[in-house]
């Protein structure tokens, strides 16, 4: 029987990845052709983000084509599986110049059963490589698939677009119905496709000129439909995120080398956090004594279960369990949240986006250490007596139009001519109501 014969494309870009000496972490079969490196890409694109006078929401805008997708995907689900499969299927059929990439494991267990190439890296150097390729992030789960997939870019200040299917337990980060795919990527990638010659055949595609016909079968020029227009692009909610560093007695910062994830690290620059850092006494029976400092002043010394700073992203996470109030995500704001305060006089506290906060665990403690989590990961080195945690508001936007920072959360567009400026309310007031049940009557 004939050997299938491989296409030019494919096999430049597969031919220099068998050099490539992590390949062996892989399948010895022949299917290891269809398991790329990530290096191997072109560099990412950085997107603009335009500001406009009808909502608060940000219009997202590439350059040229986006090219590589990153997608991430719920843990121990094979119904999620499935639909990774259908997703990734779809995409690399209908936009021909886009490269899928996937965490190894993932990558792993799925890419013989595909008939196209993915791309991955080991683990210790999956988050840098993303840094440098991934145009944009799409995730396939619930709110903690979309805590993983920001933790991946946590020392990356331009984090791609993240577009999220809710397909986990709760979901309320999670703007998209999986069913909404087709549309839902199409609207992330065909924005910045404008009404000129590199998109004019996409409102009519019997009639394309010469040059267009040259281009071939990629790019915007390849999508058949409508174009969207300059000003039609996919909406972005701009998350913001905290910058977290630890510091020794002495000042220095403190390096955290192992943790739960990889991806994490507090070193002399911080990380940066989507929902929240916790310090918690964990299982230590006495009760934790911090040192509060705001703006650089002594606020308190709390005698707590633990301590909560959050994003608004966070407010309805742990903070909204503790007693914390609930913070829409475009106001600029960070929640201070005891947790089982000793004094009940010490309330939750919203201070202004700017402030920064210090908690120093106080000499007082009899306990040996407290327990550290960013973003739901417990790091491996907790804080002793006299450490520091310092928490700094990211600083996103540098200008008009310059956008720079957050986490660019593609929100699903309001369809059947209902008001331009409940766009960026929409999805968050179903959340409480449809998955939080706010205010839910008795009886129902």
Same mark, same amino acid.
């Given at each position: ?7 030019? %494309? #494919? ?13 062996? /972490? ?13 290096? @191997? ?46 997703? #990734?299927?779809?995409?690399? &059929? ?15 267990? #799925?890419? !013989? ?36 997939? &920001? ?19 709760? $979901? =309320? ?11 839902? =990527? ?22 394309? &000129? ?8 990629? +790019? ?27 510091? %020794?007695?002495?000042? /220095? ?6 943790? !739960? ?34 703006? +650089? ?11 909560? #700073? ?6 309805? %996470?742990?903070?909204? @369990? ?23 006089? =010490? ?8 402030? @920064? ?15 550290? !989590? ?14 520091? %945690? ?39 007031? $179903? ?14």
């Amino acid at each position: 029987m004939m050997k299938p014969v491989m296409s030019r %494309a #494919i096999s430049q870009r597969i031919e220099p990845l068998l050099r490539l000496p992590w390949r062996r /972490n892989f399948s010895a079969s022949s299917r290891q052709y269809e398991l790329g490196d990530i290096e @191997s890409l072109p560099s990412r694109l950085i997107p603009s983000y335009q500001e406009s006078n009808e909502n608060d929401l940000l219009s997202l805008q590439w350059p040229t084509p986006l090219r590589n997708v990153f997608v991430v995907k719920k843990d121990c689900a094979p119904e999620v599986t499935e639909s990774l499969i259908e997703f #990734i299927s779809h995409t690399a &059929s209908t936009y021909p110049n886009i490269a899928v990439i996937l965490e190894p494991k993932v990558a792993e267990e #799925i890419h !013989s059963s595909l008939p196209f190439p993915v791309y991955s890296a080991p683990l210790d150097r999956l988050s840098p490589a993303l840094h440098k390729k991934v145009d944009l992030s799409v995730t396939l789960g619930g709110d903690g698939t979309i805590l993983h997939a &920001s933790s991946l870019f946590a020392t990356c200040v331009n984090v791609p677009p993240m577009l999220s299917f809710s397909m986990g337990t709760l $979901g =309320f980060l999670g703007e998209w119905k999986f069913a909404e795919y087709k549309r839902a =990527f199409r609207e992330v990638y065909m924005s910045g496709a404008g009404v000129g010659d590199r998109a004019s055949v996409l409102g009519n595609p019997q009639s394309s &000129s010469a040059e267009e016909q040259l281009e071939g079968t990629t +790019g915007w020029s390849s999508v058949r439909g409508k174009s969207m227009g300059v000003n039609r692009g996919a909406r972005i909610l701009m998350r913001n995120r905290l910058k977290v560093g630890l510091f %020794a007695p002495d000042g /220095n910062p403190v390096g955290v080398d192992k943790c !739960s994830e990889p991806s994490q690290g507090v070193g002399s620059e911080g990380l940066y956090v989507m929902n929240e850092l916790l310090l918690h006494r964990g299982k230590e029976p006495h009760l934790a004594i911090v040192d509060v400092y705001v703006g +650089g002043r002594f606020l308190t010394e709390a005698v707590a279960d633990g301590i909560i #700073i959050s994003t608004p992203t966070g407010s309805t %996470a742990y903070s909204l @369990s503790s007693g914390g109030s609930i913070v829409h995500p475009l106001v600029p704001a960070v929640l201070l949240t005891p947790i089982c305060a000793r004094s009940l006089s =010490f309330r939750p506290l919203v201070l202004p986006a700017s402030t @920064s906060i210090t908690l120093r665990l106080s000499e007082k403690n009899r306990g040996r250490e407290l327990e550290v !989590s960013i973003d739901g990961v417990n790091m491996t080195q907790g804080m002793t007596a006299g450490m520091e %945690a310092r928490v700094w508001n990211e600083e996103m936007r540098h200008g008009k139009n310059e956008w720079q920072g957050g986490v660019p959360c593609v929100m699903r567009r309001i369809m059947g001519g209902e008001a331009h400026d409940s766009e960026a309310h929409d999805g968050w007031v $179903g959340g409480l109501n449809g998955l939080l049940k706010f205010n839910y009557p008795f009886g129902e």
